[in-house]
């Protein structure tokens, strides 16, 4: 008969033997591979492992007080949750998307910078040295904005001037605001996109006394309360309007038409909000001068063709980690953002169909190997749609209803009309978010397309968009600004203008320092023999670039 009381000292032995085996072990693998004279050899490693003893295992495990300290050292289960939400959180959304767990409106809080002021509404001004360090980041690779800064910030051409501004809030846009500021302006800013605010840099605009009224996530309620307080204020009287959709300019006409009246200029960066100002011109009823940045060279040849050729990559990828080497795509639209995508997606080995109903752009997209379609013709063998037209009901809910599972559904014009989103509101489909901007639409047969931005802008809403193009756009916008603000009574009526083709080939110049960019000067004879001036302008307005 065995002795129960034996075996069990027997057993204790021989783990104790074990451990001590295992740090000889140890002290051998650690010794060897701290050597500075030899590397490793197969045949020592081989050596090493081979002289890690190996028993049967023990009935009865030994708890040693060490590891019940290391163990205590692993993360709380709320502190599990906190840890995986927040590297779920960091692979698609900023700093700014959900970094508080605060859930409370900005609406409802009361924030007081360290100025003391309260005039200003944001997700958390405590983000604001946050924010300062990615204004910063984006000023490196926005040299020709800060040189325009430098060079007219002693004239002060803006002085007098009270800006309202609906723009996308990020970094870039904030190096703009400040410069204007610099200029001589007071600003009083809100957000153009109810997603593409970063909450950091609204807080850190806040914080040096802009008032902003934005934050990523508002409601539509939110979206226009916050323009209604830009524009709305005791003591203060804008003059000068800088809008990217024509969401401010339409609010301000339709609600406040007194004020309205006595803006001295608007500028307007979006074929959405240059076509509404259109109306407004062709209906006579626009009474004060507009500029139409969009349709400058510098705004639709940079920022609308090769801003949109590489942020639209990144929208996708950050959202949805899709593949596109072989997938089929449609691009509504091929103007220069229509380009711009299809460009980057046949790069990277997609094969890509276009939609137009104009024959000029329809020519221009076959000469560059893409087939020109009808979207219904395709529409059940696609795999991501991309509408880039500023038209509304691009894909009828119709043609969601034929789209295979799994389908990616998005948007990169302005306005959120192109992809009928609404219509996707109803019993039977069942909305599944699955990460930040990205939903999943489910038919009652378990069918999936995958939506993203509810349909709004997606390089914006999802993801950056690169420093130096956007300079190119600010710079255009803050010379447009002043031009209009200083410009004598009577050279611009209530109408809409292009930029001047002089101001748009000094944006143009001054970013050609970058590239450490020579240009070659016309002597007389030659600026005799075309008819030019030497110093420019170098094309008719009617040129085509």
Known sequence: ?????????????????????????????????????????????????????????????????????????????????????????????????????????????????????????????????????????????????????????????????????CTHITAQTAVLIETLVALGAQCRWTACNIYSTQNEVAAALSETGVAVFA?????????????????????????????????????????????????????EESVTGVHRLYQLSKAGKLC???????????????????????SILDGLKRTTDVMFGGKQVVVCGYGEVGKGCSAALKALGAIVYVTEIDPICALQACMDGFRVVKLNEVIRQVDVIITCTGNKNVVTRDQLDRMKNGSIVCNMGHSNTEIDVASLRTPELTWERVRSQ??????????RVILLAEGRLLNLSCSTVPTFVLSITATTQALALIELYNAPEGRYKQ???????????????????????????????????????????????????
């Open 1 to 165: 008969m065995t002795d129960p009381a034996g075996e069990t000292k027997l057993e204790v032995k021989q783990a104790s033997k074990e451990v001590k085996e295992s740090e000889n072990v140890a002290e051998k693998y650690s010794a060897m591979t701290v050597s500075k004279n030899s590397e490793v050899t197969m045949g020592e490693l081989s050596s090493v492992f081979s002289a890690v003893p190996t028993h049967k295992p023990v009935k009865k495990q030994i708890q040693f007080v060490e590891d019940k300290q290391e163990f205590s050292r692993f993360p709380t289960k709320a502190g599990r949750r906190s840890l995986s939400r927040s590297i779920s959180q960091s692979s698609t959304d900023s700093y700014s998307s959900d970094s508080s767990d605060d859930e409370t409106s900005p609406r409802d809080k009361t924030q007081v910078n360290s100025k003391g002021s309260t005039d200003f509404c944001v997700k958390n001004i405590k983000q604001a040295e946050f924010g300062r360090r990615e204004i910063e980041i984006a000023q490196q690779d926005m040299s020709a904005l800060i040189s325009l800064r430098k060079r007219a910030q002693s004239e002060k051409p803006l002085a007098g001037a009270k800006i309202v501004g």
């Open 438 to 447: 990205v939903d999943h639409v489910i038919w009652p047969d378990g069918k």
């Open 288 to 310: 004060v001068p507009a500029m139409n940045v969009n349709d400058s060279v510098t705004k639709q040849k940079f920022d609308n063709l090769y801003c949109c050729r590489e």
């Open 495 to 545: 109408d809409v203008y292009l930029l001047p083709k002089k101001m748009d080939e000094y944006v143009a110049s001054l970013h050609l320092a970058t590239f450490d960019a020579h240009l070659t000067e016309l002597s007389d004879e030659q600026a005799k023999y075309l008819g030019l001036n030497k110093n420019g302008p170098f094309k008719p307005n009617y040129y085509r670039y």
């Open 215 to 267: 934050w990523k996530g508002e409601s539509e309620d939110d979206f226009w309360w916050c323009i209604d307080r830009c524009v709305n204020t005791e003591g203060w009287q804008p003059n000068m309007i800088l809008d990217d959709g024509g969401d401010l300019t339409h609010w301000m006409y339709k609600k406040y038409p007194n004020v309205f009246k006595k803006i001295r200029g608007i500028v």
